[in-house]
Nanobody, 125 residues
């Protein structure tokens, strides 16, 4: 239902764009999010979009560097990642939950029904 792609190896200061293509549902009626999980750490929320809203919600650690966006025609969300740092190294997952979720629920993985398979981002120093 969610297919993530776009990960890879990049030097510190570089950029990557992740994609997450949805099938079987329409993304602008869902809350969509990006999470990441570094080795030995819990999965953490990165950025979110709710239904058709233009407002984005971002983790403090990525604010000003990462941007979540959507293309409704392609039923796809993106995560543009700039100024990447070694601490951004992680497996990145996209996730979807039906409806508009309240902000405090966005960060909880149990909110989401659909998950992509994950794509690895490695940032070298």
């Amino acid at each position: 239902q969610l297919q993530a792609s776009g990960g890879g190896l990049v030097q510190a200061g570089g950029s990557l764009r992740l994609s997450c293509a949805a099938s079987g549902f329409t993304i602008n009626t869902y809350t969509m999010g990006w999470f990441r999980q570094a080795p030995g750490k819990e999965r953490e929320g990165v950025a979110f979009l709710r239904n058709s809203e233009s407002r984005t919600i971002n983790a403090a650690s990525v604010k000003g560097r990462f941007t979540i966006s959507r293309d409704n025609a392609k039923n796809t969300i993106y995560l543009q990642m700039n100024s990447l740092q070694p601490e951004d190294t992680a497996v990145y997952f996209c996730a979807a939950a039906k409806g508009r979720k309240i902000i405090c629920a966005l960060w909880d993985t149990v909110t989401y029904y659909y998950w992509g398979q994950g794509t690895l981002v490695t940032v070298s120093s």
